[in-house]
C-alpha cells in the first residue's frame, strides 16, 4: 500500500500564504484517518520563478508531476511583475490542459455563521455544484492581429468547441446530476447572441440528456442565468458551462455565499490517465499579500475534495473528507474568522483552528 503521492504548488501571493495551511490540515486529516501521504514541495510555476529563468516551470515539468497522484496547488499571478496571460498560459493552462482536467469541479453553498449579501437567505438555500468545462472552448491561443499598431488594427481570438470535449464534460455533469436528491441540472447557453457553438452546445445537451431521462434539464442563457444566481439560487443544484462562462459564475456563486475566501475547487482528470489538480477558486490576491489576513478555508476546503478523489469517495478518505469540511463548519458558525468575513483573525491561526477540529 503506497502513500499517496501530492505535489504541493504555493505559487504566488497569498498562494503562499494559504498553501501552507491547506497542508497543515492535510497532513493533520491523513494522521487521523490513517492515509499515508508523500508530499514534494515544488517552488517553480510562480513568478519569481519566471523572473529568475525566463520561464514559469523547468522543461521536464510534466515528468516531474506525471508520477504524482495529485497537485495541490496555490495560485498563480503577480501582474505587476509578470503579464497575466504569460505566467497562467505558462503554468495553471497547461497543467489542465496538458493532463486532461476537463471537469473543473467547484461547489458553491452558504455556511451556517457566514453573513449572505443576499436578502434573507439561509443555509440550504445556496448549495450548488458548477461544472465548468476546463480544457477547450473559449481559453484558447488561437487568433492572432492583423496591421498590429495602426488604426486598422484587427484582433481575433477563435473558440474551439470539439464533439469529444463537450459530450465529456456534459456526461459528466449529467451524471452527477442523476446521483443527487433533486436530479436537476441547468445547462448555461447563450445561444441567442452566439451564433455558432452555442446553439450546437445546446444541440449536444439536447442528445444526452436523452440518456439521462431521470434528470431535469433547465437550459438558461448566461446573462439570465447570472441574475438568478442573485435571485432564485434555491433554482440550482448542478450547473454546467463552457470554460469562460463557468468562470464567471464560480466568483458570483461563492460570492453570493458571503466570500470567494472559501471557494475551492477540483480541476479533474475522471479517468485518472492523468493527475488531477486541487486549488482555491481565487487568485493570488496582490492587494492583501503579505499581511497573513488571507482566508485559507478555500484552500482547505480543496484538500478535502483532493483526499475525496484520490481514494474515489471510501472508506478513510471519505472520513477524512467530511472531517475537513465538519471542522471548515464549526469554524465558520463558531470562529474565530478572517477579515473577509468580518473578523480579525490570521490566515494561520483559521489553519490552526481547522486542524485543531481534526
Ligand atoms: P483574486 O481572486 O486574486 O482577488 C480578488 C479579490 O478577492 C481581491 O480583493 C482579494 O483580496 C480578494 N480575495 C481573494 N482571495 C481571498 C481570500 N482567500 N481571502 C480574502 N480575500 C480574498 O483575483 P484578481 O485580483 O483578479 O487576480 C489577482 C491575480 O491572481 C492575477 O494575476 C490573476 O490572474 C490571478 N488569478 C489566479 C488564479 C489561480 O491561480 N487559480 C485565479 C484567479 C486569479
Ligand atoms: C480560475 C482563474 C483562471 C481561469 C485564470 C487565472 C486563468 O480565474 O481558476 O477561475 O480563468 O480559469
Ligand atoms: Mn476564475
Not at 46 to 58: A, K, N, R, V
Request: aromatic share 8%; proline share 6%.
Amino acid at each position: 500500500n503506497r502513500p499517496y503521492r501530492i505535489a504541493v504548488i504555493p505559487g504566488d501571493g497569498i498562494g503562499q500564504e494559504v498553501a501552507p495551511e491547506g497542508v497543515r490540515v492535510l497532513r493533520r486529516a491523513a494522521e487521523r484517518f490513517g492515509l499515508q501521504l508523500e508530499l514534494t514541495d515544488i517552488a517553480w510555476a510562480s513568478c519569481d520563478y519566471y523572473l529568475e529563468h525566463g520561464t514559469m516551470m523547468p522543461a521536464d515539468w510534466k515528468q516531474q508531476l506525471a508520477g504524482m497522484d495529485a497537485i495541490f496547488f496555490g495560485a498563480v499571478g503577480w501582474p505587476a511583475a509578470v503579464p497575466d496571460n504569460v505566467s497562467l498560459w505558462g503554468s495553471l493552462l497547461k497543467f489542465r490542459r496538458e493532463f486532461d482536467q476537463y471537469v473543473n469541479l467547484r461547489p458553491v453553498r452558504l455556511f451556517d455563521g457566514v453573513p449572505c449579501p443576499l436578502a434573507g437567505r439561509k443555509p440550504g438555500d445556496l448549495d450548488y455544484l458548477i461544472v465548468r468545462e476546463n480544457t477547450e472552448g473559449e481559453y484558447t491561443n488561437l487568433g492572432g492581429t492583423m496591421f498590429a499598431g495602426t488604426e486598422r488594427e484587427i484582433v481575433i481570438q477563435e473558440s474551439v468547441f470539439s464533439r469529444h470535449g463537450t459530450d465529456r464534460v456534459l456526461k459528466y455533469a449529467f451524471e452527477l446530476a442523476a446521483s443527487r436528491a433533486r436530479r436537476h441540472l441547468t445547462v448555461a447557453t447563450k445561444s441567442n447572441g452566439i451564433a455558432i457553438s452555442m446553439p450546437w452546445w445546446d444541440s449536444r445537451a439536447d442528445e444526452m440528456a436523452r440518456a439521462f431521462p431521470q434528470v431535469q434539464v433547465d437550459k438558461q442563457h448566461i446573462d439570465i442565468l447570472a441574475a438568478r444566481f442573485v435571485l432564485q439560487p434555491q433554482r440550482f443544484d448542478v450547473v454546467v458551462a463552457s470554460n469562460l462562462f463557468g468562470d464567471i459564475l464560480s466568483d458570483l456563486g461563492p460570492a453570493t455565499a458571503g466570500t470567494i475566501g472559501l471557494a475551492p475547487s477540483a480541476n479533474l482528470n475522471p479517468e485518472r490517465r492523468f493527475p488531477s489538480l486541487f486549488e482555491p477558486v481565487h487568485g493570488s490576491a496582490p492587494d492583501i499579500f503579505g499581511q497573513n489576513i488571507a482566508n485559507p478555508i478555500a484552500m482547505i476546503w480543496s484538500g478535502a475534495l483532493l483526499l475525496d478523489f484520490l481514494t474515489a469517495g471510501q472508506g478513510a478518505g471519505r472520513a477524512a473528507h467530511d472531517a475537513i469540511v465538519g471542522a471548515i463548519e464549526t469554524v465558520l458558525r463558531e470562529g474565530p474568522r478572517t477579515r473577509d468575513l468580518g473578523g480579525t483573525a490570521s490566515t494561520s491561526e483559521l489553519g490552526a483552528a481547522v486542524a485543531a477540529l481534526i
